[in-house]
């Protein structure tokens, strides 16, 4: 169906928004040193962040800084931990296969031996797009164990730095009136038992965010369909937190 796919077929990389260190002139008026000066645990250079996904992670029909990664570096920021402008690698539609052959194609990627991290963290959330195209659960596991082993490769090894999201739940929304939402609902959680079986396995860390899509149905954009900042906001409240504690280990 036209609405999960990507009509252009291409990926789509953000590089327009800029992230100041400071946002606000006044915060250190606030604050008698910089959060990061005190915290010896903080680190001094810029971090990075590697995001793979679909139309999660591009963050379809919001803007570029609602995207959950563009969120969770400005909430990052605002504790004085700073990560450099996300590098993201997803697209409206893309199933399992067709993310590992843009993360094949994306140039920045091949600049890196495997052998020497290329990002401070990885995210990886993907799937939806499987379950909606009928796809069955054991390719699912296969790629998407592939894709995980990619991206702990990105992440130098540090199984710990790489964060997978699970699948949002597009059954409750809108966009979904007239279909089998339990249908739709109980794939959801097939895919996402596999996803989340592969990750315990590599022992990375895994954020169950389909709560938050099923808590508030409502919180989508105008094709009933996908999320809006508000969806967003828990997700990056969530990944944040994450970084923040393997940061102060």
């Known amino acids: 169906m036209h609405h999960l796919q990507n009509d252009a077929g291409i990926q789509f990389v953000n590089n327009d928004v800029k992230y100041p260190l400071i946002s606000f002139p006044f915060l250190f008026l606030l604050l008698p040193l910089s959060s990061a000066s005190q ?88 799937g939806v797009n499987n379950q909606y195209r009928s796809r069955d659960l054991e390719s699912y ?31 409750v929304t809108a966009f979904a009136e007239g279909r089998d939402r339990k249908k739709i609902s109980l794939e959801i959680n097939q895919f996402n038992a596999v996803n989340k079986e592969e990750s315990r396995k590599r022992k990375v860390h895994y954020i169950d965010i389909t709560v938050y899509t099923r808590r508030h149905p409502e919180w989508v ?27 102060r280990k």
Not at 221 to 247: C, F, N, T
């Open 221 to 247: 954009e105008a094709d009933g369909l996908h999320p809006d900042s508000r969806q967003y906001e828990p997700w990056a409240q969530e990944v944040k937190q994450v970084i923040m504690q393997e940061i």
């Open 141 to 171: 596991r296969k790629e998407f164990s592939g894709l995980l082993d990619l991206a702990i490769t990105y992440a130098g090894g540090k199984t710990n730095h790489v964060i997978v999201l699970s699948i949002p739940d597009w059954g």
């Open 39 to 126: 915290n010896t645990s903080m680190p001094a250079k810029e971090l990075t962040m590697l995001c793979l996904g679909d139309s999660y992670t591009i963050g379809e029909s919001v803007h570029e800084a609602d995207r959950f990664p563009n969120q969770a570096v400005l909430l990052l920021h605002s504790s004085g931990i700073f990560l450099a402008k996300p590098h993201i690698i997803a697209a409206t539609g893309w199933t399992t296969d067709e993310l590992m052959n843009a993360i094949q194609r994306d140039n920045l990627l091949r600049e890196y031996p495997s052998e020497r991290a290329a990002f401070d963290f990885v995210t990886l959330l993907i």
